[in-house]
């Protein structure tokens, strides 16, 4: 019988690697990973690596400023995450070998505040630019009102897109009509692929703060039983649509937050369908596990923690602490990955 990673994906679930570094792309496609994300800390920790030096260098006979080279980087290393992965992509006629870019957290600083209307014209703007030419290059768009007024017209563009950042299902509805419509504007529905990303362990971080009178057949349990019912509801929307490939949700923060919970607790909980990511780290602890996992990601509580889910928890002041929180979160690694290029840009001109 199969264990760790494999009985994973025998469960229904597709894994996704939170790096594009390209040693842990070759190691964790060994073992059956089928694609992967990016974000700033990512790029930021890969270049302050030194690995890619000679890339950097020679992208700075272009006279580039700081944020342009860091999208640069970015481009590149993520091109190559998606050469990597492209026979996935090929084989499985565009429902998987995926690899996310996230446009520009920036227009979400809170420091430095974009106008709504130009942020929306910015992720439409840029979403169009780093799609253009890429097969399996998935755009990477944040569930704040700025990314999900931006959503239609780039599904009308014929973009495919992870709408990250979600926590309510509230914010996935809109994302998903949004999306949808967007691409029926469009067409060619046979090669249409859309994935929203949930984030849940920080929903058990928010409700043990909170919400400590949570029972205990709750607390530490919110965000799977969210995730969940959003998961199903997402399954059942499409169900009847037709479609050639798959919508999935994004299971993603799935690392360990509270003491009593095992190191795979969300792992195991959203096993069974959509699409898990996990950093390098969590796939070697899920190997040395050696788990066996069983489809649980639509099983659900019984009628009185559903009951007592939805009188306590008040999802929509949920969604604006963690959306404010998460906003943060978004725009401060940008800052530090430009911080990141000027110090080795220094570093590399004095050598």
């Not at 679930?13 to 842990?24: G, H, I, N, R, T």
């Not at 095992?262 to 996990?278: F, K, L, P, V």
């Not at 069983?294 to 008040?314: H, N, T």
């Amino acid at each position: 019988m199969a264990t760790g990673i494999q009985s994973l994906i025998d469960s229904g679930s597709k894994v996704w690697l939170d790096s594009v570094d390209p040693d842990e792309i070759t190691k964790n496609k060994a073992i059956g990973i089928s694609g992967a994300t990016s974000n700033p800390i990512i790029i930021a920790g890969l270049i302050a690596s030194g690995r890619f030096d000679d890339t950097m260098a020679s992208f700075m006979n272009d006279d580039l400023s700081d944020e342009d080279l860091a999208w640069k980087m970015t481009d590149r290393l993520v091109n190559n995450a998606q050469d990597a992965f492209h026979d996935v992509w090929q084989d499985s006629k565009g429902d998987n070998g995926w690899v996310s870019f996230e446009l520009d957290p920036l227009l979400e600083d809170i420091d430095n505040p974009v106008p709504h209307d130009e942020a929306v014209a910015k992720y439409i703007a840029l979403g169009k630019q780093w799609s253009a030419g890429h097969d399996n290059r998935m755009i990477k768009v944040p569930a704040t009102p700025a990314g999900l007024d931006a959503l239609e017209e780039l599904a009308a563009a014929g973009i495919t897109l992870n709408v990250t950042l979600i926590f309510s299902e509230r914010q996935y509805i809109a994302a998903r009509d949004a999306v949808w419509r967007g691409r029926q504007h469009f067409g060619q529905l046979d090669s249409f692929k859309s994935v929203y990303s949930i984030f849940i362990s920080r929903v058990d971080v928010y409700t043990g703060k909170q919400l400590p009178d949570l029972s205990d057949e709750l607390q530490g349990r919110v965000g799977v039983l969210n995730a969940k019912q959003i998961g199903i509801a997402n399954a059942a929307f499409w169900a009847d649509k037709g479609l050639a490939l798959k919508q999935e949700m994004i299971f993603a923060s799935t690392g360990k937050k509270l003491d009593w919970q095992a190191e795979d607790y969300y792992i195991a909980e959203m096993a069974g369908s959509d699409i898990q990511t996990n950093p390098p780290g969590t796939n070697a602890a899920i190997a040395e596990l050696g788990q066996t996992y069983a489809a649980s990601s639509r099983d659900l509580p019984g009628q009185a923690i559903l009951d007592e889910f939805k009188q306590k928890v008040d999802i929509p002041k949920l969604e604006a602490t963690l959306m404010a929180e998460g906003t943060e979160k978004f725009a401060d690694p940008q800052k530090k990955l430009i911080q990141t290029i000027s110090s080795k840009r220094s570093e590399l001109a004095s050598g």
